[in-house]
């Protein structure tokens, strides 16, 4: 296999999801202009998730192109192997890739400065194929930090990014209500039943089902849930904001106040790096899980 026809494989894999994504997308708009559900403001929120691609794309130009140079100069310079490219090596780099994924998205609320990003995904009181394409600007600098063993264990970056982009096209389709239970599939794989939970508010739900492609990850790692009653949608905290800005950078603020209100060098990192729930006025035992 050349890398062209990994490239090519790549962008049918894209294509597909994006074309499912779409067929789900119409379907949901259908039920809100015919089914008498209420139309302006949920028309309007997923008009707000499509609108997060403006500042998201425009970083990620820059984000994978340094990316790319940074992850070839390692493969070339520093490991003195290299995985093969073909159809076996595109399949494992698929369950690598998944594998790095479900940490770098459970590491993602975990720690606030990370979640200043990944909470932009989280923030909407609805549930649509819109909320796939709803993330944070620089959401794209800890995914490719988070893949960078990937280039030491062998792979070049042709791969690397071929697994990254097919792990992240897979769970457009997750994001609806219009799909129920799958029955065995969901044994395995994510599906859209296991990623409503995860973006449940509730408190049973928080911090479960950070898969991306198979929901084994969960189950070995014990962050798996299973979807029971309908989940409440959104943050935790109060936000619904249907301003583009405010939901661009809905973390952002808040973590500068506490920054600056900070006592010392190590709190302000611990605000950081710490849950972002922490707040150095707390006793240890208060702290709680992420949003």
């Known amino acids: 296999m050349t890398f ?9 894999i894209e294509d597909a999801f994006f074309i499912i994504g779409s067929c789900i997308l119409l379907i949901e708009v259908a039920e809100r202009l015919f089914k008498g559900r209420p139309k302006g403001r949920g028309l309007w929120e997923m008009a707000v998730s499509f609108s997060t691609q403006i500042p998201t794309l425009g970083f990620d130009v820059f984000i994978f192109s340094g990316a790319y140079v940074l992850y070839y100069i390692i493969a070339q310079g520093v490991v003195p192997w290299a995985i093969p490219v073909n159809g076996w090596t595109a399949a494992l780099a698929i369950i690598v ?17 990370f979640w200043t990003q990944h909470a932009v995904h989280h923030s909407s009181r609805d549930y649509n194929i819109a909320t796939a394409l709803r993330f944070g600007p620089m959401e794209g600098v800890w995914s490719l930090i988070a893949h960078l063993p990937m280039v030491f264990l062998g792979f070049p970056p042709e791969l690397i990014f071929f ?13 609806t209500q219009l799909i129920g239970r799958l029955g065995i599939v969901e044994l395995i794989f994510n599906t859209p039943s296991h990623h409503r939970v995860h ?13 991306g492609v198979l929901i084994i990850w969960d189950r070995i790692f014990g962050t798996f849930q299973v979807e029971e009653e309908t989940p409440c949608y ?15 950078f809905s973390e952002v603020p808040g973590l500068w106040r506490d920054l600056r209100s900070t006592g010392s ?9 710490r849950s972002p729930n922490w707040r150095p006025n707390k006793p240890r035992g208060q702290q709680i899980a992420a949003e």
């Open 199 to 211: 973006h449940g508010c509730d408190a049973k739900y928080l911090d479960k089902n950070y898969a």
């Open 265 to 273: 060098f190590k709190e302000g990192f611990m605000l950081l790096f």
């Open 4 to 12: 062209e026809t990994l490239q090519a494989l790549g962008t049918r």
């Open 97 to 113: 890739a998944d594998f790095f994924y479900y940490w770098e998205h459970r590491t993602a609320h975990q720690i606030r400065l």
């Open 234 to 248: 959104g943050l935790k905290r109060e936000f619904n904001s249907q301003n583009p800005v405010r939901v661009w």
């Open 163 to 175: 697994g990254i982009l097919s792990v992240l096209a897979y769970q457009t389709w997750l994001h």
